[in-house]
C-alpha cells in the first residue's frame, strides 16, 4: 500500500483532493502536513477524521524538522501548501516568499535526499501573468505581476531545477482558478456568494471587465491524481483550465441572479495594484496526452456551489466571524 504526503491539506483544494483520493482508493494512505494557518480549517476533512488509512500532522513545510521525520515514510508528495491570496500578498510579501519558495525548497530538498516515486509541485497560472492574445501555453516566459504569483513562480521553477540538476522526479501543474465547495470567502466566488445572501455589496474592483478561466475544484482533483500517476512524465509541466473564461462582472451577475439579488448590489471598488487583466491557460497538453478533460461546466458547477453556500451557513458564518473580520475591514472599509 503506498502512502501519499499531501501539503496544505486543510485548505480549499487540498482538502478536497484528499477526499477524492480517499474516496476512489482503498489501498491509499494519505499523510496531511498542515501548518494551520488562517485558510487552514479542520472542519474541511471533519468526515475523514477517523478513517483509518488518513494521518494529521501539524507542521510547516519551510521547517526541516516538521518535513524529515515523514519523508522516508512516504511513496510520492502532492505539495499544495502555500500562502494563496494575492491581495494578502500586495501587504505581506514575505510569508508568501517564505512558504511558496523557501517551503517548496525545504520539501525538495528533503525528497532529493529520499526515495520517493513523485514529486507533484501544485504551481499556478498565475506564474504566466497577463495571458495576452491566446490563453497561455507551458512554454510561456513567465511575468508574474503579485508577490503571490512571483513566489509561486520560484518555487514552480526551482522544482524543474531540481529535476534537471538532482533528477528528483518532479512533475509540475499550473492551474487556472478553482471554485467549489469550502473555499475561504476571502476569495471572490465565495466573498460574492455570501455578500450577496448577507444583503451586502459585491465589491468589484474597477471595471470588473478582468477576466478568468473558471474550473470547479472536483476537475482539477482528478487533474492531479492523473498527473500523480501517469508513467514517463517526471520534469514536464502541465496547464490544467477549461475554457470556460468569464469576466467579474459575468461572474458577479450570475450569482445574484441565482440567489434571486438585486444587481445594485454590485459596487466598483478601487482596482488591484498590478491587477492581471487576462488569466487564460490552454489545457491541450494534458488533454491530448493523458485524456483528461473537464467534466463540470461553469452552468453546472456554479449554481451547485452556491447551494453548498446557501446550505452550509454555519461553516462560513465561522469564518466571517473570526480573523477574517479585521481582514475585511481592512480590505474593503475605504475603498
Ligand atoms: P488555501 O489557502 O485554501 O489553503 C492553503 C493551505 O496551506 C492551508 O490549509 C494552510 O494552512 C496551508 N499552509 C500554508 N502555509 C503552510 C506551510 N508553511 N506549511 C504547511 N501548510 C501550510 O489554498 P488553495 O486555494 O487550496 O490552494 C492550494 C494550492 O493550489 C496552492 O499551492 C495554490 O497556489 C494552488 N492553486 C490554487 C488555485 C485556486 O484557484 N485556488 C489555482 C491554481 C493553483
Not at 446557501?310 to 465561522?318: D, F, I, L, S, T
Request: glycine content about 8%.
Amino acid at each position: 500500500m503506498e502512502t501519499w504526503l499531501i501539503t496544505g491539506g486543510l485548505g480549499f483544494i487540498g482538502s478536497h483532493f484528499i477526499r477524492h483520493l480517499l474516496g476512489q482508493n482503498s489501498d491509499l494512505r494519505v499523510i496531511n502536513l498542515d501548518k494551520i494557518t488562517y485558510a487552514a480549517n479542520r472542519e474541511n476533512l471533519s468526515d475523514l477524521a477517523e478513517h483509518p488509512h488518513y494521518e494529521f500532522h501539524q507542521g510547516d513545510i519551510a521547517d526541516p524538522k516538521d518535513v524529515r521525520p515523514l519523508i522516508g515514510r512516504v511513496d510520492l508528495i502532492v505539495n499544495f501548501a502555500a500562502e494563496t491570496h494575492v491581495d494578502r500578498s500586495i501587504g505581506d510579501p514575505a510569508s508568501f516568499i517564505q512558504t511558496d519558495m523557501l517551503g517548496v525548497h525545504v520539501l525538495l530538498e528533503a525528497a532529493r535526499e529520499s526515495s520517493i516515486r513523485r514529486f507533484v509541485q501544485v504551481s499556478t497560472d498565475e506564474v504566466y501573468g497577463e495571458a495576452g492574445q491566446k490563453p497561455s501555453t507551458e512554454e510561456d516566459p513567465f511575468m508574474p505581476k503579485s508577490p503571490y504569483a512571483a513566489s509561486k513562480a520560484g518555487g514552480d521553477r526551482l522544482a524543474f531545477a531540481y529535476f534537471a540538476t538532482y533528477g528528483t522526479p518532479v512533475v509540475i501543474t499550473r492551474c487556472s482558478n478553482n471554485y467549489g465547495s469550502f473555499q475561504y470567502p476571502e476569495k471572490m466566488i465565495p466573498l460574492f456568494i455570501t455578500n450577496a445572501m448577507e444583503d451586502k455589496p459585491l465589491p468589484v474592483y474597477g471595471d470588473g471587465l478582468n477576466s478568468r478561466d473558471w474550473i470547479h475544484v472536483e476537475d482539477h482533483c482528478r487533474a492531479l491524481e492523473l498527473l500523480a500517476q501517469a508513467p514517463g512524465i517526471e520534469g514536464e509541466t502541465f496547464n490544467i483550465g477549461t475554457g470556460e473564461e468569464r469576466t467579474i462582472l459575468e461572474m458577479a451577475r450570475a450569482i445574484l441572479k441565482t440567489l434571486e439579488k438585486p444587481e445594485d448590489l454590485i459596487q466598483s471598488v478601487t482596482d488591484r495594484p498590478g491587477h492581471v487583466r487576462r488569466h487564460a491557460v490552454a489545457a491541450k497538453k494534458i488533454e491530448r496526452e493523458l485524456g483528461w478533460s473537464p467534466k463540470v461546466t461553469l452552468k453546472e458547477g456554479l449554481p451547485k456551489t452556491i447551494r453548498w453556500y446557501v446550505e452550509n451557513p454555519g461553516w462560513w458564518r465561522r469564518i466571517r466571524d473570526g480573523e477574517f473580520r479585521a481582514y475585511y475591514q481592512r480590505m474593503y472599509a475605504n475603498r
